[in-house]
């Protein structure tokens, strides 16, 4: 499936009717083709609005909520980025349009491995994918302009928090996995973090260990 003109206008569309309205998230988000990261029965789903399984029991996520996650990290061009959760390598590859560097980590080394090859295939040299427990974040490369978690903590975690610099921003879903979660952006300042309430979502926990593949 090709992302043809028609298709491209529909997602585009699907975008700013949810609130998807900053250019160069959007510019970003039309460059990578959600396709190249969703594999089999599913392919043909790639450009709808909706989450999609991936190996290992987790999910692709919905494009609108790739996007307003994206739009609430207003990451500038010099900026360095930390994901926890790799899982396709979809969200990795949109930050990678708009930082200078990013990081992203996921328990399950094949869902790592096969996010590098997409990497490799489409050019994005500026990505590094590592099997990590993302709960832990990346000590050796912090502080980060940027840290976006895509699975669902209580709480955002603690060593997250003390690896994002002053004046950075965290955006993570937070809440109970089995309940409606809400998503919020945190904002580092100088005498401790603001915290502000986005949307509710649903994201799969954020779970400590590394996963059996």
Not at 56 to 83: F, H, N, W, Y
């Amino acid at each position: 499936m090709s992302f043809d003109a028609d298709a491209k206008m529909r997602f585009l569309y699907a975008l700013r009717s949810h609130g998807v309205t900053d250019a160069r998230v959007l510019e970003a988000m039309e460059k990578i083709d959600r396709a190249r990261f969703v594999k089999g029965l599913f392919a043909e789903r790639a450009y709808a609005d909706m989450p999609l399984p991936i190996a290992c029991g987790q999910t692709i996520s919905q494009p609108s909520v790739v996007g307003l996650m994206t739009q609430a990290l207003d990451v500038q061009p010099r900026d360095k980025v930390l994901e926890v959760g790799c899982g396709s390598g979809y969200q990795a590859a949109i930050l990678s349009q708009l930082a200078r560097r990013v990081y992203t980590v996921d328990r399950f080394r094949s869902l790592v491995t096969e996010a590098r090859g997409i990497f490799a295939e489409m050019d994005l040299p500026n990505i590094t994918a590592i099997t990590a427990d993302g709960s832990f974040g990346l000590p050796e490369q912090a502080p980060f302009d940027r840290i976006v978690v895509t699975a669902a903590a209580e709480d955002p975690p603690g060593p997250l928090l003390a690896q994002l610099r002053p004046g950075g921003i965290m955006v993570l879903p937070v809440g109970q996995s089995d309940a409606v979660q809400s998503l919020i952006r945190v904002t580092r300042t100088e005498s401790g973090f603001d915290y502000e309430e986005l949307r509710s979502v649903r994201f799969v926990p954020l779970v400590e260990g590394l996963g059996q593949d």
